[in-house]
DNA sequence: TTTACAATCAAGTGATCTATTGATTGAAGT
DNA sequence: ACTTCAATCAATAGATCACTTGATTGTAAA
């Protein structure tokens, strides 16, 4: 059964969507965009199984989202490109404007923990240039390792209590980490305004920052 | 079997992907972009049974990508906003950028009719104002009568020949049709080269140049 | 070569999706 | 009320997908 030009070419479309059509392979894409990983480390983290992901990751690859390549026995996966990032927002934004389920859970979890507006992008970077602000990551250090906004500091949110003294009292902190639904910074804010200190939230995260083209300061210290 | 606030999210853009994950899906929202329409027209354009076009229009409807309203006996159904619109193109996108199987179909059906490149929605908007071009909508006329560009002739792509009289010798052509492969703006300037007419193809389409908030001449004889 | 280990492949089961069929609902007209 | 017709619903069979298990491939080190 063979069909037109335009039904092959929706077909293909259908399946770069169908990819994204399953709640583990978008949080597998979530991690990879904080950058490459091996799949026994995807694995762990989402928490599948290394066969179950390692074929989710297959699939991915075969829709032309994520590329891999191997490092003696280690096989690294990573987005295609920066493009994936901006096709997860437009799916996130679709989502959130017309799904009354999203906004539910939204309201249930995060709402409550995100009193301030976050701040965008283009406020941080002229709030850094001034001076004014110190920017926070709290994404674990191997994430911050593979890549992070240009002058953030890097405390995982489990540590942060303890390493409150390595922030200046006197300034606003502006967190992020992974995205839009990573609670880490919206914990990390919560937890700092307990603590008396000015601290809001940077709009969605990392791979975010990354796909609109602004600096990013990568780690030398791999390989 | 619970699971946390991000699966619980992710699990609905997931959703929302799925429901892009169908070629017949995509082509009924392709002819959404067009307006709103009756279920029979559409089942009828695209070559569904009607149950069969119901249940997925039901699909989309779920997943807060299409909306409907009852009209009598009708029910016509829309998008949901034009935000769906920007979302189909972020995937076209990847998926041209990444897929080897698009391009492929795409040189052997298209890109021999297409030596020229295309015009762009700014370009177009310049050329109008300079009165300087001709600009030609290649749909049939019920989908022109919905919504075109100001200014707009419409001459259904099977009349084109028949009709060329209408279009003055001296000036250029653009045509646009329904989106990125609809088929009909790309044999149209093929068919009027082939007159040795002066003719180029609009980037995209319609519901593009609609989505990105350029001005839409719309038909008050409906109703 | 042998061992070890990362990752993939292969096969099987249960779940979900697709398209068809025929019955049913809802609104208009007779 | 009865008929008509648009659209949906319900039930089904076939196809595809998800996850597990166990075997296999590919690379590095002993």
Redesign the interface.
């Known amino acids: 059964m063979s069909m037109g030009?335009?039904?092959?070419?929706?077909?293909?479309?259908?399946?770069?969507?169908?990819a994204?059509?399953?709640?583990h392979?978008?949080?597998l894409l979530?991690h990879l965009g904080q950058g490459e990983r091996g799949v026994d480390a995807l694995a762990t983290r989402v928490g599948l199984s290394l066969a179950n992901a390692s074929q989710h990751l297959q699939q991915l690859r075969r829709?032309?989202?994520v590329a891999n390549r191997r490092d003696g026995k280690f096989i690294y996966y990573r987005l295609?490109?920066d493009?994936?990032t901006?096709?997860l927002t437009?799916?996130?934004?679709?989502?959130e404007?017309?799904?009354a389920?999203?906004d539910r859970?939204?309201r249930?979890?995060?709402a409550d923990r995100d009193s301030f507006e976050p701040v965008s992008r283009e406020d941080l970077l002229e709030r850094v240039g001034a001076g004014l602000v110190t920017v926070l990551d709290v994404r674990p250090q191997d994430e911050f390792g593979q890549g992070h906004l240009p002058g953030a500091v890097n405390i995982p949110l489990d540590e942060l209590q303890d390493r409150l003294a390595e922030l200046d009292p006197g300034r606003e902190v502006i967190a992020y980490c992974r995205g839009a639904?990573?609670?880490f910074a919206f914990e990390a804010v919560a937890a700092l305004r307990a603590q008396g200190r000015k601290a809001r939230r940077l709009v969605d995260g990392f791979p975010e920052w990354k796909a609109a083209g602004l600096p990013v300061t990568a780690c030398r210290c791999r390989f």
């Open positions: 030009p335009k039904q092959a070419i929706l077909a293909e479309f259908a399946g770069v969507a169908r994204l059509g399953h709640a392979r978008l949080e979530e829709a032309g989202l295609a490109d493009g994936v901006d096709l437009a799916l996130r934004h679709q989502a404007r017309n799904l389920e999203v859970i939204r249930g979890y995060f639904y990573c609670v």
